[in-house]
């Protein structure tokens, strides 16, 4: 299989093009993704050498994009294969018909209902 290379200034250029698209401010996408918009704008602008990944699909979902409209991978290519499940297929359905607000009161939520699940990802 081929290697696939994307550059953190490609994954940037895509993270800011979407956020233009969707006309969501960085402080908006920072309330929806419990990430910092002073991270967010670094991420946007290419002035940092690493954005986590649970970090980039955080803001994937939070835009209503796949991982790959940021990455570039293809579904098929990602480094972190992984069985689907059809019960997160479902609610990332539902999340995607529903405002922002709506969604990041469903994932408030998930979290009072299942803090042991979310407790890793708080602070990342």
Same mark, same amino acid.
Do not use: G
């Given at each position: 299989?081929? !290697?696939l290379v994307i550059t953190m200034n490609e994954?940037? $250029?895509r993270l800011y093009q979407a956020i233009t698209e969707k006309g969501i401010s960085y402080g908006e996408l920072a309330r929806l993704t419990a990430i910092p918009k002073s991270a967010i704008q670094r991420y946007a602008t290419g002035t940092t050498d690493k954005i986590p990944l649970e970090r980039l699909r955080a803001l @994937? @979902? !939070?835009l209503c994009l796949?991982? $790959?409209a940021l990455t570039g991978w293809e579904e098929? %290519? /990602?480094s972190d %294969? /992984? %069985?689907e499940l059809p019960e997160i297929t479902m609610i990332a359905r539902a999340g995607k018909k529903m405002s922002p607000e709506r969604r990041q009161d469903m994932l408030q939520l998930l979290k009072i209902a299942f803090p042991e699940e979310f407790r890793d990802d708080d602070g990342a």
């Open positions: 299989m081929m !290697a994954i940037a $250029s @994937a @979902a !939070a796949p991982l $790959s098929n %290519e /990602r %294969e /992984r %069985e």
